[in-house]
């Protein structure tokens, strides 16, 4: 089990995350066709050359997926009872085809669960970066976390 225990994390501790993703067009293009999105930004490089961009734009919501996925098997795999939120999220920059993200997660709130003595909650801060360092993506996310659990 990679992720990690509740109380095994510290306000403060940084995770960059060793997998590395080069967003493909196939990738822009199911997710959005998946969730139904018909933007000429993400499917029609006609349209899209015309742009200020010049060119098609990765579904913002296909870059918060992969941001947060990305860091799950570092932090949350096997430990997380649910995903309580995001919060805060924001593109400063935008993503195209071909660009290759790297993601780092900070720990940025801990507190103890009022219903679950078992669990507590964290708030991860999630950042994608673009192939030149370029902040593309960010986002807070609060998670109900397991505590490592008690040897009988």
């Not at 992720?3 to 501790?13: A, M, P, S, T």
């Not at 947060?68 to 096997?78: A, E, I, K």
């Not at 924001?90 to 219903?115: C, H, M, N, Q, W």
Request: glycine content about 8%; some cysteine; hydrophobic content about 40%.
């Amino acid at each position: 089990m990679p992720g990690i225990w509740f109380d095994e994390l510290e306000v403060g501790q940084v995770f960059d995350h060793a997998i590395r993703r080069t967003v493909t067009e196939t990738d822009n293009l199911l997710f959005s066709t998946l969730t139904h999105n018909p933007a000429q930004l993400h499917l029609d490089a006609e349209y899209m050359q015309a742009s200020d961009y010049g060119r098609i734009l990765v579904n913002s919501t296909f870059t918060l997926g992969l941001m947060v996925g990305v860091s799950v098997g570092d932090t949350t795999l096997g430990t997380a009872i649910a995903n309580l939120g995001w919060d805060e999220v924001r593109f400063p920059a935008p993503v195209f085809i071909g660009d290759t993200l790297r993601i780092e997660t900070e720990v940025i709130d801990l507190r103890e669960s009022k219903s679950r003595p078992n669990a507590g909650i964290v708030t991860f801060a999630h950042r994608a970066y673009n192939q030149h360092g370029t902040l593309v993506a960010r986002c807070k996310r609060s998670g109900l976390q397991h505590k490592r659990p008690v040897e009988s």
